[in-house]
């Protein structure tokens, strides 16, 4: 079973507001992405990153930011929230050993801009 | 062009029968393959990872893989009602870390 939790599940917050959505996995896996997903359409890549102190811009311009101090953390910050944003947003991890890839992915946070 | 080409569906086949996904790809360098499978309101769950051309099976499974096509596919066989999902392919590079995802493919399964 794979161990990444996202907090919180569901979010409902005014426009403006600073939040912060928390994704921790304790498998100490390196590599770690953040995906933001509208009902029924794709998977948008926004941030990932490849260990501690390094993060990359996905595809998608989301307006957030990520850090990673520590290989079990990885925030993702909205400065100003919009009615835009409002999504669910996936965090997932990345174990590679030998020719085998897994990624697992947390359970989703639910966020509604009002 | 997109990297990764899935058709959305919806498919929708009675239960019993064998379903075919696929997915078709441009970039070369992708060396694994992986296909998820998501339920409404859940985030993706891992069904099946290969890194080679060829068939890999587990249970009602098969993924296959076709690398001089850059064409990969999912069967299943024997589909149950449980089965009804979205079903992402997602590929990646060997030395990178990105990896990139279908926009899947809305299966439902009629009892």
């Known amino acids: 079973e794979a161990d990444i939790y996202q907090t919180p599940r569901y979010l409902v917050i005014g426009t403006g507001k600073k939040i912060t959505l928390e994704c921790s996995q304790t498998?100490?896996?390196?590599?770690m992405y953040w995906y933001q997903q509208d009902p029924g359409m794709e998977l948008h890549l926004i941030h990932y990153s490849y260990g501690v102190n390094s993060t990359e811009k996905g595809d998608l311009s989301s307006e957030s930011t990520v850090s990673r101090i520590r290989t079990e953390h990885f925030p993702l910050t909205l400065e100003s929230a919009r009615p835009s944003h409002t999504s669910q947003y996936l965090c997932?991890?990345?174990?590679?050993?030998?020719?085998?890839?897994?990624?697992?992915f947390g359970q989703g946070t639910r966020l509604t801009v009002v | 062009q997109k990297e990764v080409e899935q058709d959305p569906g919806p498919l929708s086949v009675p239960e019993g029968a064998i379903v075919s996904l696929n997915c078709t790809y441009s970039?070369?360098?992708?060396?694994?393959f992986m296909w998820y499978r998501q339920y409404s309101r859940k985030g993706p769950e891992l069904l099946m990872y290969t890194y080679s051309s060829g068939n890999k099976e587990d249970g009602r499974f098969t993924a296959q893989v076709d690398k001089s096509s850059k064409y990969i596919s999912l069967f299943i066989r024997d589909s149950q009602p449980s089965d009804s999902a979205t079903y992402l392919c997602a590929m990646g590079y060997s030395s990178a870390s990105k990896i990139i995802f279908g926009s899947g493919t809305r299966l439902s399964i009629r009892p």
């Open positions: 498998m100490g896996h390196d590599k």
């Open positions: 970039n070369s360098a992708f060396q694994y």
């Open positions: 997932a991890s990345l174990n590679r050993e030998g020719m085998n890839t897994e990624a697992f």
